[in-house]
T-cell receptor, first 114, second 118 residues
Framework: GAVVSQHPSWVICKSGTSVKIECRSLDFQATTMFWYRQFPKQSLMLMATSNEGSKATYEQGVEKDKFLINHASLTLSTLTVTSAHPEDSSFYIC??????????FGSGTRLTVV | AQSVTQLDSHVSVSEGTPVLLRCNYSSSYSPSLFWYVQHPNKGLQLLLKYTSAATLVKGINGFEAEFKKSETSFHLTKPSAHMSDAAEYFCVVSVGATGGTSYGKLTFGQGTILTVHP
């Protein structure tokens, strides 16, 4: 079946630094990638949708300059949290879709900003 | 607009007893509906999906769900709970995306935490 690899699984960074999270589709071409954020004991909230080769579409309230999304190839999308602050600490999950594969989720990244 | 309501934030069952996780949806169009399971600090695993075919959908690990349009419901059931079923479950709705080349946004329910007692 379809596999999506997300790295790193957890990261701790200092306030003011940037962190990049990678999402790779290992055995299919992901024409669309979704990035979600999940706060403790809450549901997943869609941050943005990206189609390969196009600019990402951000959900209302999500700062595009803070959460940079790149989807340069059919197998890789990255989310960069710029100038991270403690309130950005959260669980980030990607989802890849393409071909006959539905929505395949990565294993998530736990970001802690100190 | 589409939305999903999971009627129970927590469900507790004994091992070997039936599981019922309730989900109601709202959608202006014919929806695709999914159930996902999430173990702590993990990604989401698809249990099953409904995409306008059979209304009774069978998934992995013995789970199944029935799409009832008249009740706008998509409840998840399992005849006999196992300890390994303890996790958080999400009911999800999507409009206009059933695979292929078009993928619509997913809207997640609030989640139901399933606890299984020995």
């Amino acid at each position: 079946g379809a596999v999506v690899s997300q790295h790193p699984s957890w990261v701790i960074c200092k306030s003011g630094t940037s962190v990049k999270i990678e999402c790779r589709s290992l055995d299919f071409q992901a024409t669309t990638m979704f990035w979600y954020r999940q706060f403790p004991k809450q549901s997943l909230m869609l941050m943005a949708t990206s189609n390969e080769g196009s600019k990402a579409t951000y959900e209302q309230g999500v700062e595009k300059d803070k959460f940079l999304i790149n989807h340069a190839s059919l197998t890789l999308s990255t989310l960069t949290v710029t100038s991270a602050h403690p309130e950005d600490s959260s669980f980030y999950i990607c989802s890849a879709s393409g071909g006959n594969y539905g929505y395949t989720f990565g294993s998530g990244t736990r970001l802690t900003v100190v | 607009a589409q939305s999903v309501t999971q009627l129970d934030s927590h469900v507790s069952v004994s091992e070997g007893t039936p599981v019922l996780l309730r989900c109601n949806y709202s959608s202006s169009y014919s929806p695709s509906l999914f159930w996902y399971v999430q173990h702590p600090n993990k990604g989401l695993q698809l249990l099953l999906k409904y995409t306008s075919a059979a209304t009774l959908v069978k998934g992995i690990n013995g789970f199944e769900a029935e799409f009832k349009k008249s009740e706008t419901s998509f409840h998840l059931t399992k005849p006999s709970a196992h300890m390994s079923d303890a996790a958080e479950y999400f009911c999800v709705v999507s409009v206009g995306a059933t695979g292929g080349t078009s993928y619509g946004k997913l809207t997640f329910g609030q989640g139901t935490i399933l606890t299984v007692h020995p």
